[in-house]
C-alpha cells in the first residue's frame, strides 16, 4: 500500500482519492486496496505499464488490467485510449442507453 502504482497512473485523476486517505487512516487491508483500484481504473487503463513499473514489489500490475481489458474488448467492444469517439461502458450515457436497450 504504498501508492507509487497510483500517483504513477496515467489514468488517475482525483484530487482526493479515497484510497489514499483510508490508508493514511489505517482503515483498509491490501487486498480491498488494490481490488478497489482495479474496480475504480480496469475500464479506462490504458496499459501503459507504469503501475507495474513503479511498484516496489515488482507485482505484475498491468498485467491484471491487460487481462480484464481484454475481456472488455470481447464483451463491451470497448478498449480504453484508443478512440476519443469511444463511450466508456461505465459512463452514464452508456449505462442510461443500455437501460433505454431493456425498455
Ligand atoms: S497500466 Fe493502466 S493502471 Fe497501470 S499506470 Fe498505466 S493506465 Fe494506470
Ligand atoms: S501494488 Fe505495488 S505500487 Fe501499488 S501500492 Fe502495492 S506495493 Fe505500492
Known amino acids: 500500500m504504498c501508492g ?3 500517483r504513477a497512473c496515467s489514468v488517475c485523476y482525483c ?3 479515497i484510497l489514499q486517505k483510508k490508508r493514511k ?6 487486498i480491498t486496496y488494490q481490488l478497489t ?8 487503463c490504458i496499459e501503459c505499464g507504469s503501475c507495474a513499473n513503479n511498484c516496489p514489489m515488482d507485482l505484475p500490475l498491468s498485467l491484471i488490467f ?9 464483451k463491451f467492444k470497448y478498449r480504453a485510449g484508443e478512440s ?7 459512463s452514464a450515457k ?3 442507453e443500455m437501460e433505454l436497450e431493456k425498455v
Open 4 to 6: 507509487m502504482c497510483i
Open 15 to 17: 484530487v482526493d482519492c
Open 25 to 30: 487512516d489505517k482503515n483498509i487491508n491490501n
Open 37 to 44: 483500484r482495479i474496480a475504480h481504473d480496469a475500464d479506462r
Open 66 to 74: 491487460q487481462s480484464l481489458n481484454e475481456q472488455f474488448q470481447e
Open 84 to 90: 476519443v469517439e469511444d463511450l466508456p461502458f461505465r
Open 94 to 96: 452508456a449505462i442510461k
